[in-house]
């Protein structure tokens, strides 16, 4: 159980085109997803969180209208990169919440992006 | 600016060995820990969660946390190489939110 399905796997993209990945929860409902950003050799880095029917909250310096998510169901949110440049070539991972549990988060697999 | 501290590492702990993980934070109304591994170029797994005072075991992995001190450890026994992986401290943030606050992690190798 705890299943949390993320796609694609891997997109390569040419600047300013924009991208989207998204996250599903297969076999529980997740009130929150998360978005984590991870450079090489670094620690995660929370971006936003995601509540069903709501909007996003972000972390500090991190752009929303660049970042777009889109949290549609209990199983399924969005993450839309706009106009992609090389900086945001990164490993973008998404993570879903159990409700009613300890809070622990489930990870997806990630999507890893370049932009050329 | 609630942290959790980790030893980034490497540690490194012969196969068959007891490797020991340490963490600590700073947020002391935390009330829920966890333990993430991590392989190079792969998303976090869970490991396990703890939420009282003392240990909490899981086949070959002890969590073991004191509020008190605000210190959480992992303790894996019987290490294999299959273990060499980098393991992530999480700690729920306080105040009514469900975000976790991560540690650097730590890079574990278990040589043969």
């Known amino acids: 159980g705890a299943v949390v399905s993320q796609h694609p796997s891997r997109v390569i993209c040419k600047s300013g085109t924009s991208v989207k990945i998204e996250c599903r929860s297969l076999?529980?409902?997740?009130?929150?997803m998360f978005w984590y950003r991870q450079f090489p050799k670094q620690s995660l880095m929370l971006m936003a969180t995601?509540?069903?029917?709501?909007?996003?909250?972000?972390e500090q310096g991190v752009e929303k209208d660049k970042f777009l998510i889109n949290h549609a169901s209990l199983t399924l949110s969005t993450l839309t990169v706009t106009s992609a440049h090389p900086e945001d070539s990164s490993f973008y991972i998404c993570?879903?919440?159990?409700?009613?549990?300890?809070?622990?988060?489930?990870f997806g697999p990630g999507t890893r992006l370049t932009v050329l | 600016q609630k942290e959790v501290e980790q030893n980034s590492g490497p540690l490194s702990v012969p196969e068959g060995a007891i490797a020991s993980l340490n963490c600590t934070y700073s947020?002391?109304?935390?009330?829920?820990f966890f333990w993430y591994r991590q392989y190079s170029g792969k998303s976090p797994e869970l490991i396990m969660f703890?939420?009282?005072?003392g240990d909490k075991e899981d086949g070959r992995f002890t969590a073991q946390l004191n509020k008190a001190s605000q210190y959480v450890s992992l303790l894996i026994r019987d290490s294999q190489p299959s273990d060499s992986a980098t393991y992530l401290c999480?700690?729920?943030?306080?105040?009514?939110?469900?975000?976790?606050?991560f540690g650097a992690g730590t890079r574990l190798a278990v040589h043969p």
């Open positions: 995601s509540n069903e029917g709501s909007k996003a909250t972000y």
């Open positions: 993570s879903a919440s159990i409700s009613g549990g300890y809070n622990e988060q489930f």
């Open positions: 947020d002391r109304g935390s009330q829920s």
């Open positions: 076999d529980f409902q997740a009130t929150t």
């Open positions: 999480a700690v729920k943030e306080s105040g009514g939110y469900n975000k976790l606050i």
């Open positions: 703890i939420y009282s005072n």
